[in-house]
């Protein structure tokens, strides 16, 4: 399992609000931001279709320490 960063931008995009930047651990990409976006699904109870990756704030590895944004960690959420 591999670690990437994965930043979703929901229905709050509409609002003004910032995207929300999941770290999660994945075989590939593919599969980080399918859980990436599953998971934002569910807690922020917004239908998938609704959501959209940020391609450029989406990335292997996890953000840098001066990252200057918030990140929610899911490594330890759940079993790959």
């Not at 930047?21 to 599953?38: C, F, G, I, L, Y």
Request: hydrophobic fraction near 35%; glycine fraction near 6%.
């Amino acid at each position: 399992m591999r670690t990437f960063t994965v930043t979703i931008a929901g229905t709050e995009r509409f609002d003004g609000e910032a995207p929300y930047t999941w770290v999660v651990e994945a075989h590939d990409v593919a599969s980080a931001m399918n859980k990436a976006m599953a998971y934002h699904a569910l807690s922020q109870d917004q239908p998938q279709c609704d959501l959209e990756i940020d391609p450029l704030r989406t990335f292997e590895g996890p953000p840098p320490p001066d990252c200057g944004y918030y990140w929610n960690d899911l490594r330890a959420a759940a079993p790959g």
